[in-house]
């Protein structure tokens, strides 16, 4: 499929958006940077001081000079192993991994953590994306339990080459595959707060982990093809387990979205890879190998060795929608959303009503999508299809600071509709999407007609390899430097933001700016010393997981270096930081502990609770010395229980 459409993304861009003839590179991202692009070019910012410019900002009131809405003191960074916030606010622990949901599972002991049986009876492993629902007045968390660490998850597993804590333990046996299995996906908990502060409610009847052999639907235009079909299922409609579930997503209808990410890792092959021309140019493009990561899965659970189940990795890299009110509901794979490294699922309406869902693919060069509902939402009406019925886009941003969504059509790309939905990233490439530094969350601003990119980072962009060509991303198209992702060798990232044309997130045309790009103020040279709202007290890296409150703030999560040294010295841990897009100012709120990404939050259904994720926690957190780490989820809290945003 690759061939029929031989142009670069490059080329076809300039084929298609002739730039200007006289455009300096430096000056096209000086004019990318919101306060030059967006806001007028009358901003200064540096002591959060502001003034506003032309007053784009949609619902934007002019601050006066001085002013901030954050109602706390910029948080230092820190590189202990614990969790920081501002005076004035407290954090807990909400829940951890191995923690009950069901008074029958096994009770986690610190150095050797969860059995194999029972392991889905408990809370998963590396949380990640999260939503919380109000039904039936109660508070119902749904969170991703992303991947699995062997040698925290592994411990005293029957078959596994090493006992207690190391270096690399080796999946090596059917137990210990079982046991990662049921560790991942996804967990539905209700929660609770009492005198004594939030908790589980163990056995609630909305209690419920879905992991890696949890029966799923197939849904779109990829469901029964032949490429979905296997020996188990012959009808392809039909899965078993959703992988890798990273960021998020909450429907207008009130169901959930989680998002299969790098799904790749978890095949592999005992006998060869299959020789299928369309289906080796895909297990190139998505990164299915022989190997896979060090699952090994494919070793001791033969539906992961594509030698014999050829078809089952084209059974995951989809939007997976779950009902957290009905614990015995099947979760659908909604195919029509795309096929590829899905990091979250940013949902809004249209002005006519019809679902708008952007979606980030995170992988070097890889794409930004937009799906579009073909129906209007009705509150209380069929929401069945809303998810099934409509168009893919893909991004296409020109340097002129406009953009357009591309429709990945029959005609455009030339592959069927089932195609679209299964090698996504093909049909980005052939109609020419732009290559973006590994697009993780997408948000939309509740209060402006706006949304929001993380652009993590991406250490090849504009690098040449042996043969002094740019390199490319896994379809060939060359990651040169673009305006949007203007930094060579990228290692901070930046956070691009996008105005729907007519104010309208149904329209085809946006204009863009970067909102704002990390780094580090002491690089002598622009781009990497960062933003002018970045600054020696607020420096971050690697932007990640992102989520805008109610009045219009940005939270910003990372899953960056956490050296402290070096390009990243003065940067400390992973953590997460509200941006104010009305001045751009940017204030640190939480650290992580050393080790960990922040990643996932959401608020209680009074605001006056946050939730926050902590990942991989590379400390004995939360437990202390000789327990083994484990990712939790924190609640924090104004200490005067005010509201937070
Ligand atoms: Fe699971 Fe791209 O983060
Ligand atoms: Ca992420
Ligand atoms: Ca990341």
């Known amino acids: 499929m690759s061939d029929k459409h031989p142009m670069s993304a490059d080329e076809w861009d300039e084929l298609n958006f002739p730039r200007a003839e006289v455009q300096e590179f430096d000056r096209v991202v000086e004019r990318a940077i919101s306060r030059r692009g967006f806001l007028g070019g009358v901003l200064t910012f540096g002591s959060g001081a502001a003034v506003m410019g032309?007053?784009?900002?949609?619902?934007?009131?002019?601050?006066a000079q001085g002013?901030?809405?954050?109602a706390f003191e910029n948080l230092p960074a820190q590189t202990d192993s614990t969790i920081h916030v501002p005076d004035g606010y407290s954090w807990d622990i909400l829940v951890r991994w191995g923690d009950p949901l069901f008074s029958d599972a096994p009770e986690f002991d610190p150095e050797l953590g969860i059995p194999?049986?029972?392991?889905?009876?408990?809370?998963?492993e590396n949380t990640d994306g999260m939503e919380l629902f109000s039904i039936d007045g109660r508070e119902i968390l749904v969170v991703n339990s992303e991947y699995t660490n062997n040698e925290i998850n592994l411990v005293g597993s029957a078959g596994t080459e090493t006992e207690g804590q190391a270096e690399e333990t080796t999946v090596a046996s059917a137990d210990a595959v079982l046991r990662l299995q049921q560790f991942q996906g996804v967990n539905v908990l209700e929660i609770e707060e009492g005198p004594s502060g939030w908790s589980v409610v163990v056995d609630s009847p909305y209690n419920r982990r879905i992991h890696h052999n949890t029966p799923m639907m197939i849904d779109g235009p990829a469901a029964g093809h032949a490429l979905l079909q296997t020996e188990a299922d012959p009808t392809g409609t039909e899965s078993l387990g959703t992988f890798n579930n990273c960021g998020a997503g909450r429907t207008p209808w009130g169901t959930y979205l989680t998002c299969e990410e790098n799904f790749n890792g978890y095949f592999g092959a005992t006998e060869g890879l299959p020789t299928d021309?369309?289906?080796?140019?895909?297990?190139?493009r998505y990164g299915i190998n022989e190997t896979g990561f060090d699952y090994n899965y494919h070793q001791f659970d033969t539906r992961f060795d594509v030698s014999m189940n050829p078809n089952e990795p084209h059974r995951a890299g989809y939007i997976v929608e779950i009902d957290p009110a009905d614990a015995d509901s099947t979760p659908v794979k909604r195919t029509a959303l795309g096929r590829f490294k899905h990091e979250n699922a940013a949902c809004t309406l249209a002005n006519d009503n019809r679902v708008v869902v952007y979606m980030g693919d995170d992988?070097?060069?890889?794409f930004i999508y937009k799906w579009v509902s073909r129906d209007a939402y009705e509150e209380g009406g069929d929401t069945s299809t809303l998810l099934t019925e409509g168009q893919l886009y893909v991004a296409v941003f020109n340097d002129d600071m406009s953009g357009e969504w591309v429709a990945l059509t029959e005609e455009a790309t030339g592959m069927s509709a089932a195609e679209i939905a299964i090698f996504t990233r093909t049909a980005g490439s052939a109609v020419g999407a732009t290559t973006m530094d590994r697009p993780e969350w997408v948000a939309v601003n509740p209060t402006a007609v706006e949304a929001y990119c993380c652009l993590t980072n991406n250490s090849r962009r504009g690098v040449e390899n042996d043969a002094g060509e740019v390199i490319a991303n896994a379809g060939?198209?060359?990651?040169v430097l673009n305006a949007p992702n203007p930094r060579e060798a990228n290692d901070y990232g930046q956070i691009v933001r996008w105005r729907p044309a007519g104010e309208d997130h149904?329209?085809?045309g946006f204009d863009w700016d970067l909102y704002v790009m990390a780094g580090n103020p002491a690089a002598e040279e622009a781009p990497y010393d960062g933003s002018e709202t970045i600054n020696a007290g607020n420096l971050f890296n690697s932007p990640d997981g992102m989520q805008i409150d109610t009045t219009g703030l940005i939270w910003i999560q990372t899953d960056g270096d956490d050296s402290n040294e070096g390009a990243f010295e003065g940067m400390g841990n992973n953590q997460m930081l509200a941006g104010d897009p009305e001045t751009g100012e940017i204030r640190r709120f939480l650290t992580g502990p050393k080790g960990s990404e922040v990643t996932g939050l959401t608020w209680s259904s009074d605001r006056r609770t946050m939730f926050v994720g902590i990942q991989h926690p590379g400390a004995p957190f939360p437990d202390g010395e000789g327990a083994l780490p484990r990712s939790s989820i924190v609640v924090v809290k104004r200490n005067d229980h005010e509201v937070l945003g």
């Open 277 to 284: 021309e369309q289906i080796a140019a895909g297990y190139q």
């Open 363 to 366: 992988e070097r060069g890889e």
């Open 506 to 508: 149904g329209s085809d």
């Open 476 to 479: 060939g198209d060359p990651m």
């Open 54 to 63: 032309a007053g784009l900002l949609k619902g934007s009131t002019a601050l």
């Open 67 to 70: 002013s901030s809405r954050f």
């Open 116 to 124: 194999t049986e029972g392991s889905d009876r408990v809370f998963g």
